[in-house]
């Protein structure tokens, strides 16, 4: 009796096929797939199914796609960087430590646009008052260390991406009744009748609050750079204000909770903290911090980022980060192969050698090595060869080529600025690129400087005036910096002077090319017209002498006796017009 289908296919399904012992016959008892007779059931071809399975043929069978997709974030290089901000800060400071390129870079980028730092007198109306506030302003320059100030924010700026710089005024308040005055006036009230009140007004005479200020305040006592990792920031759309908080770091902790139980060394150091951060610290919230520059201490956020929706700056070690990586996982693949083979391997043979003298050759090799003087004394030739970690070492040199170009590429300098050995027509390109960069940034700088630093003291200190309009126009002077040099001095001068001598550019671009400002150079200037310090009291004195010389000849005898002392006979001129009239 025959099987129906049926009955095969139930069969074949309940086979259960076992792995045959003699390989050879792995092809002959090889398992058969599980077939299905009968007709198929009848399945919805739906557009999701196409998508997800592939396209359903004419025969009932489908034609399945692989859903594999290319993510750049969920590669495994990618995977092994530092995701949080916390570890990608402190990549970006050890290799900034410990990679030459990123080290020389970094500082190329603080110490150049920042050479050196001049305050230029302001334009106002009241000369005397400009200049009381630019000498006022580049006492406190000295004292603050400005220069140092933006070098420390431009280097976090390049190498962590933001910078919150907090500036302190830690003066003493000025006593309110310098400022204010207390003014006794009546108020008409709802009945008709008149009731006294006492009201403050401002002094007109403000001369005492003034030389209160002269004497005590000192502008912004301190400016440093707060750790990011110690800054919580909030920022929202539509707006430009943020929220910015100081957390408490352990060591602060520690030291208020000493003096909390009676430390007298630590109720030292913590009668020194300002108020809010001792309050703040026993109640376990964060420092608020004001951005305000007019209402006293402040922190001013810096971000290098080029979107204003992008919630935090970009180190310029963010682009290198994958380079980095790769490099130094390069380096220690070659490190770990010399630290193997510091000890070479030493392999030592003869030919058609027996085991007895196998043997006695080993001893002797042995007694070499301990004692340098020992020979090795054999009657038959014996090979010496040593391995080292100098045939076993990767040959990296192409892609370390590589990666130090993308380095240069994305650390946005070149190789020449780096080691200094190029020439300025060689790079002039790049040099131009990285020049525009630094104008840039240098512009970031003046804008904090001025508006943020300089405007809030000057207008402390009175250093105010009115425009033609009547607004009050604060007098601060202007930040500049020396010329940047990365441009051949030559050729530029050359060019600017052929500009001056043609009547197309002003003197005081070649000043400030030459790192002079051209305001003190022009009353300087004015101060030795006629002096012995003008340019051309020499000539003066030339053609004075010369004058007196002539008169000299024509009114004295000094020719006669020049003649007779050289021996010569001296004729006077005769006089013309002396004959007779014919």
């Known amino acids: 009796m025959s099987d129906t289908p049926d009955d095969t296919s139930k069969r074949l399904a309940s086979t259960s096929f076992t792995e045959p012992q003699d390989p050879t016959e792995v092809a002959r008892v090889r398992p058969r797939p599980k077939v299905t007779t009968g007709k198929p059931k009848r399945l919805p071809k739906t557009a999701g199914m196409k998508l997800a399975y592939g396209v359903m043929s004419a025969s009932g069978t489908t034609s399945a796609t692989a859903g594999n997709f290319y993510s750049p974030e969920l590669s495994t290089d990618f995977l092994e960087l530092p995701q949080s901000l916390y570890e990608q800060w402190n990549y970006y400071r050890f290799f900034y430590r410990k990679n030459p390129f990123v080290g020389q870079a970094l500082d190329l980028h603080t110490e150049l646009p920042l050479s050196k730092v001049r305050l230029n007198i302001p334009k106002a109306k009241n000369r005397d008052l400009a200049l009381q506030a630019t000498e006022w302003c580049e ?182 980060l994958q380079s980095l990586v790769h490099f130094d996982k390069l380096r220690q693949a070659n490190a770990s192969i010399a630290s193997r083979h510091m000890t070479p391997i030493r392999i030592v043979y003869a030919e058609d050698m027996a085991a007895s003298d196998t043997d006695a050759l080993r001893e002797q090799v042995d007694l070499a090595l301990q004692d340098p003087d020992f020979s090795i004394i054999a009657n038959f030739q014996i090979t010496w060869e040593e391995m080292g970690s100098d045939q076993r070492l990767l040959d990296l040199s192409g892609e370390m080529d590589l990666l130090a170009r993308e380095l240069y590429a994305g650390l946005g300098v070149t190789e020449g600025l780096l080691t200094g050995e190029s020439s300025y027509s060689g790079d002039k390109i790049s040099l131009e690129v990285i020049n525009t960069r630094y104008m840039l940034l240098r512009e970031i700088l003046q804008d904090f400087t001025e508006e943020y630093l300089f405007k809030p003291m000057c207008k402390r200190m009175g250093f105010v005036e009115l425009d033609d309009d009547g607004n009050e126009q604060v007098i601060y002077p202007r930040l500049s910096f020396t010329r940047l040099a990365l441009r051949d001095n030559a050729d530029t001068f050359d060019s600017l002077f052929n500009l001056y001598q043609k009547g197309s550019l002003d003197i005081d671009v070649i000043l400030e090319l030459l790192n002079i400002d051209p305001v003190t150079t022009r009353e300087k200037l004015e101060r030795d017209f006629f002096t012995p310090n003008d340019s051309t009291f020499n000539e003066v004195l030339r053609n004075m002498y010369g004058d007196v010389g002539r008169k000299l000849v024509e009114e004295t005898d000094v020719v006669p006796k020049v003649a007779k002392n050289l021996g010569l006979k001296h004729s006077p001129p005769k006089e013309e017009g002396g004959g007779r009239f014919g």
């Open 139 to 320: 006492r406190w320059a000295r004292r603050i260390g400005l220069l140092h100030r933006l070098l420390a924010i431009v280097h976090e700026w390049h190498l962590i991406g933001e910078v919150f710089v907090w500036c302190e005024d830690a003066n003493p308040e000025m006593p309110e009744g310098l400022m204010y005055e207390e003014v006794n006036v009546i108020v008409d009230g709802d009945d008709g009748t008149g009731e006294a009140r006492t009201e403050r007004r401002l002094r007109e005479d403000q001369s005492a609050a003034i030389e209160w200020l002269k004497k005590n305040y000192k502008g912004w006592t301190s400016i440093r750079c707060l750790p990011p990792e110690q800054t919580h920031m909030e920022a929202f759309n539509f707006t430009d204000e943020k929220l910015i908080e100081l957390v408490p770091d352990a060591k602060t902790k520690k030291i208020i909770e000493a003096a909390d139980s009676g430390d007298t060394r630590a109720q030292r150091v913590v009668g020194s903290m300002p108020t809010d951060v001792v309050n703040a610290v026993r109640e376990g919230t964060n420092i608020p911090l004001n951005t305000d520059p007019e209402a006293g201490s402040f922190v001013h956020y810096l971000a290098n980022k080029k979107s204003d929706y992008e919630p935090r700056g970009h180190s310029i070690l963010e682009r290198c």
